[in-house]
């Protein structure tokens, strides 16, 4: 995670969208719905968290692996083993 605080403050933000999103579907279960518009909420949500797990993914690419591969040593084979990890279990999601 950035150690800087706006970018801190955008992250929490966008969680707080998510959050919405995840209570917008108890309330559309709650008064019974039709089943495709909460499958399409459903789908909303989903791509909302995806976009969130990239751009976390890509600020651990720019932060942490980088500044391994720069530095050298045993931690750039680790870093590079957590980021290709992270990706498999993106992929199969």
């Known amino acids: 995670m950035a150690d800087h605080k706006k ?3 955008d992250v929490l933000v966008r969680l707080r969208r998510i ?4 209570r917008g ?3 559309l279960v709650e008064q019974d719905m039709y089943c495709i518009d909460i499958l399409t909420q459903v ?3 989903t791509r ?5 797990a990239l751009q976390m993914l890509d600020e651990h690419m720019a932060t942490c ?7 050298g040593g045993e931690d750039t084979a680790l870093k590079l083993k ?6 498999a279990r993106l992929v199969r999601s």
């Open 7 to 9: 970018d801190k403050d």
């Open 82 to 87: 957590e980021a290709s990890d992270a990706i």
């Open 48 to 52: 909302a968290l995806q976009s969130f």
């Open 25 to 27: 579907l108890q309330r």
């Open 19 to 22: 959050e919405g999103q995840v």
């Open 43 to 45: 789908s909303a949500t």
């Open 65 to 71: 692996v980088s500044d391994a591969v720069e530095k």
